[in-house]
Structures are given as C-alpha cells and as structure tokens.
C-alpha cells in the first residue's frame, strides 16, 4: 500500500525462523511478537495488518480508491478487512502453519 500509494518507506524483513520477532527490540515494538509492525518517523507505531492499512491511508492520505472517504463504500471495505482477519484468516492459518512446521 505504501509503495501503491508512493509514500517513501523502508521494508525491515524479520526471519521469524531465526526468532528475530522474539528480540527485546521487535517486543518492544510489538509486546505480541507478530508480524507486521508498521514504525512511523515520529516514532508511532502500529500492529494488526488492518490498523496498518487505516493508519496508513488516514496518515498520508492517499486517494479514495484506496480508503473512500463516503461512509458507505468505507463501511463496504470495512466489512471485507474485517471478514478476512476474523473469518478468513484463521481457515487460512490452520491449512497453512501446520504445513510450514
């Protein structure tokens, strides 16, 4: 989305298989230990994919194909971000980790 939307930003990987989201550096970004974890330059940071994307589209704000500013068509993407991390996700995680070990 930040690249989509042309805002300068840095990717950091974190090798989960090496534990580097398990550092005291990544817990003190992220207390849970999960990817991803968005760090703004003012030092804000945010985790859960979905909080990212609004944090992202509130903060440099992008145009409206990406977060529409109409109550309707929000609550329509809403609906669809909120469906993937609640409904989705968790079919998705117990197909998938089991097979990555």
């Not at 145009?63 to 991390?85: G, H, I, K, N, V």
Request: with cysteine; hydrophobic share 40%.
């Amino acid at each position: 989305l930040l690249t989509e939307g042309n805002v300068i930003h840095e990717v950091v990987d974190v090798d989960l298989a090496k534990g580097e989201h398990r550092t005291p550096q990544f817990k003190a970004l992220n207390p849970l230990m999960q990817v991803p974890v968005l760090q703004d330059e003012d030092g804000t940071v945010v985790w859960e994919s979905n909080a990212i994307l609004r944090y992202i589209c509130n903060t440099f704000s992008l145009d409206d194909s990406f977060y529409p500013t109409s109550p309707a068509e929000r609550a329509r993407l809403e609906m669809a971000l909120d469906w993937r991390q609640t409904t989705l996700y968790p079919h998705i995680a117990r197909a998938a980790y089991p097979a990555l070990g």
